[in-house]
């Protein structure tokens, strides 16, 4: 994410760009809830279900689904006809091309996966799996550092 930003010198594209793999591996986790299920794994399958089932629906029915609306940038207007400014959001502006009052727009889907909110969740969730997966390995090795054990369990809330 931080290549991303420091290459392009901003967020938009980003989700893009991963979406793929995060779709993989968050569909994946599933497997996190049979584990509790069939003991592999001491927690609440309850727990573990509400987290995975949310990240999921926030990959596959949020950022996937969700366009925020139209953006228009006109360019030729007939003389006495609706004439907007600039790339300002209109939603009356198809409906005035069907009726012929404007002879030419150009549309773009404004999609959400370019908005701060879905950079924000993907920053909160890499710190949270990276803390959490290095817990689980210093633990596997008998050798947990006193950090790594705060951070677990005060990251645990996100």
Do not use: D
Not at 29 to 53: D, F, K, M, N, P
Not at 69 to 93: D, H, N, R, W
Not at 109 to 127: A, G, H
Request: hydrophobic share 45%.
């Amino acid at each position: 994410m931080a290549r991303f930003y420091m290459q392009k010198g901003t967020h938009k594209g980003l989700y893009r760009s991963i979406q793929k793999t995060l779709k993989f591996f968050q569909t994946f986790a599933l497997l996190e809830v049979v584990h509790c299920a069939v003991g592999i794994v001491r927690t609440s399958v309850l727990v573990t279900g509400v987290q995975v089932s949310s990240r999921i629906f926030m990959v596959w029915f949020i950022t996937h689904s969700i366009k925020q609306g139209m953006k228009f940038l006109c360019t030729k207007y007939i003389p006495g006809a609706f004439q907007p400014s600039g790339m300002e959001v209109y939603y009356k502006i198809p409906s005035l091309l069907k009726k012929g009052k404007l002879l030419a727009c150009n549309s773009s889907s404004q999609k959400i996966q370019n908005e701060e909110s879905v950079i924000l969740f993907l920053v909160v969730w890499t710190v949270t799996e990276i803390t959490r997966y290095s817990f689980y390995t210093f633990s596997l090795l008998n050798h947990l550092p006193y950090f790594i054990k705060w951070a677990r369990w005060r990251c645990l809330a996100v």
